[in-house]
């Protein structure tokens, strides 16, 4: 039954529903539609929330409490009654009951955890014990796993028993005695083995496996990479401990690539959405980096006082004080951006970085060419118009801005370029270089680079 | 067999088999390593990768070379004999036969649809007659339906005769006589049920689907709200056109955020790795918007050549126009960042824009302030130091300094934050009003604001 057919809108339906008081209407209502509707009406109608998680099957609130924003999470469980919040935790995978309780403060998660029964409590804590943004945080323990030696017919037997519970059965996970991981087979494999075959016989030896301490964006990476919807985890002695599912890494990536845009835009990571992060938290979030990078771009200030008298006896030169830094972090920006995302998905390693300085050069020299040249025509179109502008020396201006333009211009885009490079190489998170800091390093010997090369062609003339 | 018992890396082991041109060898090792490991080979022997390929078992080659770059994949086809190219397109799944052959010029793609059989030549056809960025371009055709008065037992039945062929048995598919998707099911539902059940009773009608047309952000969209591995696609009238699965999500949001981010850096999107695009086209995609950019910030110079007159007379404000400009520039690139950052997940959208507005203009005050304050303060302490700096009027030169950076750093917020939701309202892409661009159009206006703050504290005394 398709939605278009419908004859009113969901929330049409919904208020009606609403208006009517009928509780069990709204129940079957709301279990009847899909998921990411019944999150669609819960981002319509916060007040309503907490009701309407309530009153789904507990295993559909769960689905649906799981794709909520972390900020809708805690205010639903603040208004939950305590059995309906246990009945929800203990639905939850393990996996976003564990993702949801590393938000909270530690009270609450001590009380939330006592809501579990014992089995599911033991499940979270042991999750909880593993580092944020590593794969343990992101495993299940719900798989399905069998003995080598048992037959395709006991494999379908062990899947009727167990697959309720798991999350996924697209993939039968094969141990020996000891628990370690052998190998995966994939279910479509299972069905098309004759009923007697044993499972040493149909798997093919090739497995590949995460490790529980291994970093979430390099789960993702091998996701990428192998074309499987769930890969087994294992400890460092091949233990099977759980599984993790394609569905996370979709989740993995979005959390990457906001943090990365964040810092890129000299902002700390804000961990909550835009709307939700209360003002005085955002103030803290941007007000770290701006001070910074004002105490650093004051030193603009101090350069440009070295060359007070310069600018007192030539005040044009201080006319293209803005174009020249902006100049030059703009191409900072450019550079340490496409350099920065190429290490984030992997074009390049740190052992590329000679590659990158020769590439980076000659790039900055052809953009630095091109913009000289323009700035250089700039100067001499507007003296030709008017000549009172710029006087006698418009020549020697022009030079002095168009050489100091390439020179900026190589000089933002080397040190835009290596920059992320050079942090990597340090341990530090590249995407901290980002277009605002660059922007600011190449702002201060900008100035240098341009006063110096104006005071080469005009000393003795203008200086 | 776990990869860390193997006495010789993959690269030592590969290396002695090439030595030995045991070409039965290679290939017997090739088939015997995961795709990814294969897919690193290639990476580290670039003269061997049409060998490595070549030597593959058809399913496993394809395997690997849907997940290399469009560069190798390029010069491997170039390198292979006919024959084996057309082995090789014929054996890719059709969405990333589609994905690979939409790179490459017109009458390449025309020479290398010749060598697919005719059943795949039309499916691939049908695939590339679909807009780029749809979800069209990202199905697959191999996937099984069956009718809803089918039987479990039929369904098993037609799983085993169509599953080697299709791309994911984790899902089926049920279409009614006219070929409309009427519902999907878990193989999971299927193995629990008992053999005589009718498909129609195991169904739960509901049913989330992808239209063609629809764009692929969507459909990463939909992937994350609604955990399942494979979506059904359909044109307008519901007809059931292929699938999509989740792994092609992972790759999906990987381009996405690889584009938001070069667009953010003020360079147009690359479309090959940075490592093996040609230096000229790299240059190409990059010199555009630094002009672009270039002469927006000519207009400073036009600006300052307002001011010359107060520039010869207080030369000393010179001093603090990077300082000032630098400052708009910085708060309005963190503004536009995060706010083009939440609109890509989806946290915000334009009707927030009254939200943001308030929030972003409060933000900008109180960054503003501590910029500001930190201003006056500097100036204030280094005339305590050296009273000859800013002489007599240091106050006021502080008090004109500190106002205009409340002005610019609120300016710089409230239109870093606007401008992305304007060009969304305009249906252009806000990742445009990136940091160099805001940073370029605050910085005029920031030299406005100081000045005419600064004629207002000091005309009749410095001016």
Chains 1, 2 share one sequence.
Do not use: C
């Not at 939950?80 to 009945?87: F, I, M, Q, W």
């Amino acid at each position: 039954m398709s939605l278009e057919l419908e004859q009113l809108s969901i929330e049409e339906q919904f208020e009606q529903l609403l208006a009517s008081e009928d509780k069990l209407a709204i129940r079957d209502f709301l279990n009847d539609q899909n998921i990411s509707d019944v999150a669609e009406l819960i981002n319509k109608y916060p007040e309503y929330e907490a009701q309407i998680v309530g009153n789904m099957a507990v295993h559909r609130a769960a689905s649906v409490f799981k794709i909520l924003d972390i900020a809708q999470q805690k205010d639903i469980i603040k208004e939950l009654p305590n059995s309906k919040t246990a009945e929800l935790l203990n639905e939850l995978p393990a996996d976003d009951r564990t993702d949801f309780l590393e938000e909270l403060p530690k009270s609450v998660i001590r009380d939330l955890i006592k809501l579990l029964d014992p089995e599911e409590r033991k499940i979270t804590l042991s999750l909880l014990g593993y580092p944020e943004d590593s794969v343990g945080r992101l495993m299940t323990p719900d798989y399905v796993y069998v003995y080598a030696h048992n037959t395709v017919e006991e494999v379908i037997a062990t899947i009727r028993k167990f697959a309720k519970n798991s999350e996924t059965v697209d993939v039968i996970y094969i141990i020996n005695e000891k628990g370690e991981l052998v190998d995966d087979v994939k279910i479509k494999d299972i069905i098309l083995a004759s009923p007697e075959k044993r499972v040493d016989e149909i798997i093919d030896g090739r497995i590949v496996s995460l490790n529980v301490n291994d970093d979430q964006e390099h789960a993702n990476q091998v996701f990428k990479m192998n074309n499987r919807v769930a890969l087994p985890v294992v400890d460092d002695n091949n233990i099977l401990l759980g599984i993790v599912t394609i569905d996370d890494m979709l989740w993995v990536a979005n959390e990457e690539f906001s943090e990365d845009m964040q810092k890129m835009g000299g902002t700390e990571v804000l961990d909550e959405p835009y709307l939700d992060i209360p003002l005085l938290k955002l103030f803290r979030k941007r007000i770290g980096w701006l001070v910074v990078l004002f105490l650093g771009e004051m030193l603009t200030a101090t350069a440009m006082s070295y060359f007070e008298d310069e600018i007192a006896k030539a005040v044009v030169l201080a006319l293209f004080v803005p174009l020249i830094i902006s100049s030059g972090g703009n191409s900072g920006s450019q550079a340490s951006t496409l350099i920065i995302q190429a290490m984030a998905v992997g074009e390049i390693t740190i052992a590329d970085w000679w590659r990158v300085m020769r590439r980076e050069i000659l790039s900055g020299l052809l953009l630095g060419t091109v913009l000289g040249i323009i700035g250089f025509i700039r100067i001499a179109v507007w003296h030709s118009i008017a000549p009172a502008i710029y006087g006698d020396h418009w020549f020697l201006i022009g030079l002095s801005v168009g050489v100091s333009l390439v020179g900026v211009v190589l000089w933002g885009t080397f040190s835009g370029s290596m920059l992320p490079m050079f942090l990597k190489k340090l341990g530090a998170d590249p995407a901290v270089s980002s277009a605002p800091f660059v922007a600011t390093l190449v702002d201060v010997t900008g100035l240098v680079i341009y006063f110096s090369v104006a005071l080469i062609f005009l000393r003795g003339i203008l200086l």
